[in-house]
C-alpha cells in the first residue's frame, strides 16, 4: 500500500477532520498488516484534534502565500542561477544573521507580512534544494503552508528586462514555475485539494515593473533620459500593462483569486537614479523624469486591475500604493524615525552612495535602522517594516479594496 502521506498531512494542517478520518481508515483498511489496535490509535488521535483542536501543521490560521516579482521579494532565487545580480554575499543580510540571497540588510517585505500573519517560518525561494522534488518527495510539505517565493531580482514584466544582469527569473517564467508547483499539489493532494487550497485560501504577491524602467528603458539614455520624448515612453508602458494583464489572467486560470498587486514606487528616489540624474533633481532631490514613469505606469495599473476584476469572476485583486508609501517615508522620514532618506547605507561612492553597487569591499553605515535605503536601489530593513505594516492594515487610500489581512479573512 502507498501511504498518501503529503494528503494526510495536508488535511491535517487544515483541520479537515472528516477528510482525515476518512482517508486514515482507507489507509488502515487496505493495510494487509495492520491491525486492530492501529486503528484504534488513529481514531484516538483524530478525536484529540477534533476535543483540543490542536494543530501539527506551522500555519492553519491562513493560507500559503506565492510570491512573484523582483528584487523587493527576492528571497535567494538568484543564488541558484548564473547572474551578475546577486547578494548572497557580506554585507547582504548583515541584521539577518547571514546573506541569504534578500538584496537588503535584513527581512524583506515578505518575510515581516509572515510573520505578522503568524507564519512560523520563511518562505522558501523556488530554487532552493529544500524544495527539490526526488524519487520519495514530489511535494515539500510546508508548501502547504507557506507558498513559495518564485521572485529573482532584476526581473519585469518583459522578456528582454534585466538581460545586463545575463540570468534573472522574469514575471512569464516566474509563472511558468508556479504552473510547475501547482501540478506537484495536484499530484499530492488531487485536484479538488488543490483547488480549495489555491482560490480559497492562497494569497498571491506580485511587486513587479521596477526593473522594466531602470534596467530596460531607461538605459539606452540613462544620462540624458530628461530629454526623452514622452511619447515613446507612453507606447512602452502600455507595451508593459497589456503584458502584465495577460500574465494576471494567466494567474487566475491556473487559480489564483487573491492576488495583491504593488505598484512600482518612487525610484527617481532611489540612491541609483539620484546619481544617475544628478542634473534633474527635484526639490527632495529625487529624479524627475524616472518617477514620471512610475506615476504613468501606475495610473494605468490601477485600471487595469479594476478592467480585470469586472472581467474575471470570482477575482479579489487588491492595489496596493507602494509609491505613496515610500514617498511619504522620503519626505517626511523623521517621524518615522530615519535620519537619511537620500543615501544608500552601503555605499562606495558617489553624492548618494548609487554609483556602484553594493559589494563585499562597500562601506557600510553604522545605524541602519536610521537609513531609508540599504544600498543603491533597495530599501533597508527598517523602511520594509513600514512598507509591510502598511500592507497588513492599511486604509483604502494605501491599498484596496481590501488590505492583506482582511484578504486573508475573506
Known amino acids: 500500500m502507498i501511504y498518501n502521506t503529503p494528503l494526510v498531512i495536508y488535511y491535517i494542517h487544515h483541520q479537515d477532520i472528516q477528510n482525515t478520518y476518512l482517508l486514515l481508515f482507507s489507509m488502515a483498511i487496505y493495510s494487509s498488516n495492520c491491525s486492530k489496535l492501529y486503528i484504534v490509535t488513529l481514531i484516538l488521535f483524530m478525536m484529540m484534534i477534533s476535543l483540543f483542536g490542536i494543530c501539527l501543521g506551522q500555519n492553519s490560521s491562513v493560507g500559503p502565500s506565492f510570491i512573484f516579482g523582483d528584487a523587493l521579494f527576492d528571497a535567494g532565487n538568484n543564488n541558484f542561477i548564473p547572474t551578475l545580480s546577486k547578494s548572497d554575499f557580506y554585507p547582504y543580510g548583515i541584521d539577518f544573521g547571514q546573506p541569504t540571497g534578500r538584496f537588503t540588510n535584513g527581512k524583506t517585505v515578505i518575510d515581516i507580512l509572515g510573520e505578522e500573519l503568524g507564519y512560523k517560518d520563511f518562505t522558501l525561494p523556488y530554487l532552493s534544494p529544500l524544495l527539490a522534488i526526488t524519487d520519495d518527495k514530489l511535494l515539500e510539505p510546508r508548501v502547504l503552508d507557506l507558498g513559495v517565493n518564485y521572485a529573482s531580482a532584476g526581473a519585469g514584466i518583459l522578456n528582454e528586462t534585466g538581460k545586463i544582469f545575463v540570468g534573472r527569473i522574469n514575471m512569464d517564467a516566474q509563472i511558468d514555475n508556479f504552473e510547475n508547483t501547482r501540478q506537484n499539489i495536484i499530484s499530492s493532494i488531487g485536484n479538488d485539494g488543490a483547488m480549495q487550497l489555491l482560490i480559497q485560501k492562497a494569497v498571491f504577491y506580485i511587486s513587479i515593473g521596477s526593473s522594466d524602467f531602470i534596467h530596460n528603458y531607461m538605459i539606452p539614455s540613462i544620462l540624458s533620459n530628461a530629454d526623452l520624448d514622452l511619447v515613446p515612453s507612453l507606447k512602452f508602458v502600455q507595451n508593459m500593462i497589456s503584458n502584465f494583464g495577460n500574465q494576471l489572467t494567466r494567474l487566475y486560470n491556473l487559480g489564483a483569486r487573491k492576488i495583491v498587486v504593488l505598484n512600482v514606487g518612487p525610484i527617481g528616489c532611489t540612491p541609483s537614479q539620484r546619481d544617475a540624474n544628478i542634473l534633474s533633481l527635484d526639490n527632495n532631490n529625487c529624479a524627475i523624469f524616472p518617477n514620471r514613469l512610475a506615476q504613468i505606469f501606475n495610473m494605468q495599473l490601477r485600471n487595469l486591475i479594476t478592467e480585470l476584476t469586472n472581467s474575471l469572476e470570482g477575482s479579489k485583486l487588491v492595489y496596493a500604493d507602494v509609491y505613496n508609501v515610500m514617498e511619504d517615508i522620503i519626505e517626511n522620514y523623521s517621524k518615522y524615525g530615519f535620519e537619511n532618506s537620500d543615501s544608500s547605507c552601503c555605499y562606495v561612492v558617489g553624492r548618494f552612495g548609487g554609483l556602484i553597487p553594493c ?27 513600514i512598507i509591510a505594516k502598511s500592507l497588513l492594515d492599511g486604509d483604502t487610500h494605501i491599498i484596496s479594496p481590501n488590505n492583506v489581512r482582511q484578504l486573508f479573512q475573506s
Do not use: I, M, T
Open 359 to 385: 559589494g563585499p569591499k562597500s562601506k557600510v553605515c553604522l545605524e541602519r535602522n536610521k537609513h531609508v535605503f540599504w544600498d543603491p536601489y533597495n530599501p533597508s530593513q527598517a523602511a520594509n517594516e
